[in-house]
Each structure stands twice: as C-alpha cells, then as structure tokens.
C-alpha cells in the first residue's frame, strides 16, 4: 500500500454521502487541490489557484494503522470529518476513502471520497 499511496499525487474525483453521488457539492476550492503522501509519513496539500476559506492544511503527517485498513493523517482534509479514514480502495491508479462526517445540518453521515492519479 505504502508503494501505491506514494507514487505520485492524488487529486480528487468524486464524493458520495450515504451512496449518493454527492460531487457537484464539492466546492471547487478543494476539488482542484492535489494531495501527496511520501514514504516516511508526511505529506502536502497543494491548494492550487482555487483557495479555500479557511485554507485546507498545507502538510500532513500519515500512517496506515489496522493492519493496512485505515490511514490515520495528522489533520482532517474535509470540514466536519477526522483524519482516520477506512481505505475501501487503494491501488496504482485510485484511493477510495470513507469516514463518518457530520456536515451541517445533516445528521452523521458516511462519506466516501475518491481520488485519482
């Protein structure tokens, strides 16, 4: 996992909430950044030109924790979620991440975010 997370950047590509496709809501501030892991567990987030308000955080550090099921970052990389998500796919070409969030005024919902190469 570490070799795939690793390769290059990810950048986002689509959002579900409970099953739903959910990217059109995705405001575009955080679907032009590109995030990078590196092998000895820190990592940066490129705004790129759409910035957002407040800016999401410029590094990072991770680690995969349950045997491999989960990665664990130092800092939320959505509004309304945590840093520990369950890593429902991850190989050369896509990670697929989910996580609990409670974005307002929405219940707690399950969100799962797919990023590409």
Partial sequence: NTD????????????????ID????????????TMLFVANGT????ESTNVCTP???????????????EINMSTPIVSGG???????LLNDVTLV???????????PTNVELTFIH
């Fill in 4 to 19: 795939y997370i690793t390769k290059s950047s990810w950048k986002f590509s689509a959002a579900k909430a409970g099953g």
């Fill in 22 to 33: 959910v990217t059109a809501q995705v405001p575009a501030c955080f679907k032009d950044n």
């Fill in 43 to 46: 990592g940066t987030i490129n």
């Fill in 55 to 69: 800016a999401s955080p410029s590094s990072f550090t991770w680690v995969f924790q349950n045997n491999g099921s």
């Fill in 82 to 88: 945590s840093g520990v998500f369950t890593i429902v």
């Fill in 97 to 107: 991440v989910s996580q609990t969030m409670t974005i307002a005024p929405n219940p």
